[in-house]
């Protein structure tokens, strides 16, 4: 158990909806970082927050946003949603920013129908 | 970022010393090689990193070339649970924005 928590495990919703994904950080973490894992891309980085502030952006789509709250817990939206964008996507956190030692949760597996 | 090159799959047996290769020949001086492995579908999970002396934790050790274009991860008794893929990565120090880059890694699988 890496102390990351995100809600809900598993989310099956139709093409063109919006669903909202949940991450909680480790206790005192306050850099919050959100990965997709898909079968034909694999790993990838989308976006990080550092206490409240967005950090740096990776192959995040314009429908996608996130944003980090001031308990520190964040939340990825994803909107107008394709059959593509179903895939895993992990949260983690880390003490404070320029960390590479990242801590992971256990995902929420997204299915679009 | 320096590209890493790993083995596509390993074997290994139960009790038995699992070693991962990684390549990272065009590593620079300020550059990390980070370890981590990803048991089915879980989070990616962090193991251990170094710069250019050899470490261990709990989980492994790390052994880093004295060139520092190679290292090797020695999980010194694998068990059955070890079973994972196993991804180097090689990152540089950053003020912010220290995204991982995750390659495709190694398959180990750990045989009774």
């Known amino acids: 158990d890496s102390g990351v928590t995100q809600t809900p495990k598993h989310l099956i919703t139709a093409t063109g909806q919006r669903v909202t994904l949940r991450c909680s950080p480790r206790s005192g973490d306050l850099s919050v970082y959100w990965y997709q894992q898909s079968l034909d891309q694999g790993l990838q980085f989308l976006i990080q927050?550092?206490?409240?502030?967005?950090?740096a952006k990776g192959n995040i789509l314009e429908r996608f946003s996130a944003q980090q709250f001031p308990d520190l817990h964040s939340e990825l939206n994803l909107s107008s949603l394709e059959l593509g964008d179903s895939a895993l996507y992990f949260c983690?956190?880390?003490?404070?920013?320029?960390?590479?030692?990242?801590?992971f949760g256990p995902g929420t597996r997204l299915t679009v129908t | 970022d320096a590209k890493t090159t790993q083995p596509t799959s390993m074997d290994c047996a139960e009790g038995r010393a699992a070693n991962l290769p990684c390549n990272h020949s065009?590593?620079?001086?300020?550059?990390?090689v980070y370890w981590y492995r990803q048991i089915h579908s879980q989070g990616p999970q962090y193991i251990i990193h170094g710069l250019k002396n050899n470490e261990t934790n709990e989980m492994a050790s790390l052994i880093i070339t004295e060139d520092r274009k190679s290292s090797t991860l020695i999980l010194p008794h694998a068990t059955l649970r070890d079973t994972a893929v196993y991804y180097c990565i090689v990152r540089a120090p950053m003020e912010y924005g220290n995204k991982l880059v995750f390659g495709a890694g190694t398959i180990l699988r750990v045989k009774s």
């Open positions: 927050y550092y206490n409240g502030e967005e950090r």
């Open positions: 065009t590593i620079s001086g300020n550059e990390y």
């Open positions: 983690a956190s880390s003490t404070r920013d320029g960390m590479y030692e990242q801590y």
